[in-house]
C-alpha cells in the first residue's frame, strides 16, 4: 500500500511539475524546480530528506524561505535567506520531526525577486508514528469482588481500584464474580463498566508489543464485552470502540478456598505519549 502510495504521488506530482515548468517558461518571471517531485512524501520519523532547488528569475532574485506547518507544532520558519542572484541551485537538508501519531508537516518553499514576482511550492511530509515498544508496568493484582477488596482497574492511573467507591467510567475492566450459595464462586471473568472492549488474542506477541501492532491485533480479533473462563498465560486486549489502548498479561490467577484472597495478577502494556 505504502509503495502504491509512492508511486501515484510521484506521477502525478511529475506531470504537473512538467506542465509548471514548461509554461514558466514562456510566461512566468521566476522558474522554480523542486525535487523530490512528490506531491506526498511518507517517510518515518527522525529521516533526513534533501530537497534540490533549481530557482532562475528575469529579475535578481531577492529572497527564499522555508516554512514548516503542522497541527501540532504551527509554522516554524526552517530558512528565511538573502539570495542577490539571477540563479540558485540549494540543497535543503530537511529532518522529519518526531510525532507522537502519524502526522502531515506542510513545508512551503517561497521565493521572490527584485520586482516583487513570487513563486510558492509544497511538499507534505507524512510523519509515520515511531514504532517504539509499549511501556509496560508488572505486579498488578485484582481481586474478587466478593472479597470485599480492589475489584476493578484502571489502565491509565494503572492501579486496582474500589467498584464502591468510584464512578463506573474510571472503572475500565472489572471481576464480575457474585454472590453464590457457598459465597466462594471465583468467576474468572472481567467485563467493562466504563463501555471498553475486550479482544482474546492468544497469539499476539505480547514482549514486542508496539502500538501498531497492539492495533493491528485489536482490529483483528473479534470485540467482546466481557472475557470469561481466564487462565494463566492469557493475553487480553482492551479497547474503546475501534482504538487499542492496552495488552494485558495474566500471569497469574489465584483460587483460594478463601474468597478474601482469590485475585489476578498481571501485566499491562500501554500507549502513552
Known amino acids: 500500500m505504502r509503495n502504491k502510495l509512492l508511486f501515484i504521488s510521484a506521477f502525478y506530482a511529475l506531470i504537473i511539475s512538467l ?51 503542522d497541527n501540532i507544532n504551527g509554522i516554524i520558519t526552517l530558512l528565511d535567506s538573502i539570495i542577490g542572484t539571477n540563479k540558485l541551485n540549494y540543497t535543503f537538508y ?41 511501556s509496560e508496568s508488572t505486579g498488578h493484582v485484582m481481586f474478587s469482588a466478593l472479597s470485599g477488596k480492589y475489584s476493578a482497574f484502571n489502565i491509565d492511573l ?27 464462586a471465583f468467576s474468572r471473568e472481567w467485563y467493562s463498566p466504563a463501555g471498553l472492549n475486550f479482544v482474546r488474542f492468544q497469539g499476539f506477541n ?19 464485552t466481557s472475557v470469561r473462563d481466564l487462565l494463566d498465560d492469557d493475553i487480553i486486549l482492551l479497547g ?8 494485558i498479561y495474566i500471569t497469574q490467577i489465584i483460587d483460594a478456598d478463601s474468597t478474601l484472597n482469590d485475585k489476578y495478577i498481571f501485566s499491562v502494556k500501554l500507549y502513552t505519549l
Not at 45 to 63: G, M, R
Not at 240 to 247: C, P, Q, R, Y
Request: net charge negative.
Open 94 to 134: 530537511y529532518k522529519t520531526p518526531v510525532m507522537p501519531d502519524s502526522t502531515i508537516v506542510n513545508l512551503i518553499f517561497s521565493v521572490s525577486d527584485v520586482s516583487n514576482n513570487t513563486l510558492t511550492l509544497s511538499r507534505r511530509i507524512l510523519i509515520l508514528e515511531e514504532e517504539v515498544l509499549l
Open 206 to 224: 505480547y514482549p514486542t508489543a508496539t502500538k501498531r501492532k497492539l492495533q493491528d491485533a485489536y482490529d483483528a480479533g473479534i470485540k467482546l
Open 158 to 184: 494503572r492501579q486496582p481500584l474500589s467498584k464502591n467507591d468510584h464512578p463506573d467510567s474510571l472503572l475500565h475492566f472489572a471481576d464480575k464474580s457474585i454472590d453464590s450459595i457457598h459465597f466462594n
Open 19 to 69: 506542465f509548471i515548468r514548461c509554461n514558466d517558461k514562456d510566461s512566468d518571471p521566476i522558474i522554480f524546480i523542486l525535487t523530490p517531485f512528490e506531491l506526498l512524501i511518507p517517510a518515518d520519523t527522525d529521516k533526513n530528506i534533501n530537497f534540490e532547488l533549481k530557482i532562475e528569475s528575469e529579475s535578481s532574485l531577492a529572497t527564499l524561505t522555508i516554512r514548516q506547518q
Open 240 to 247: 474503546k470502540s475501534d482504538i487499542a489502548l492496552a495488552a
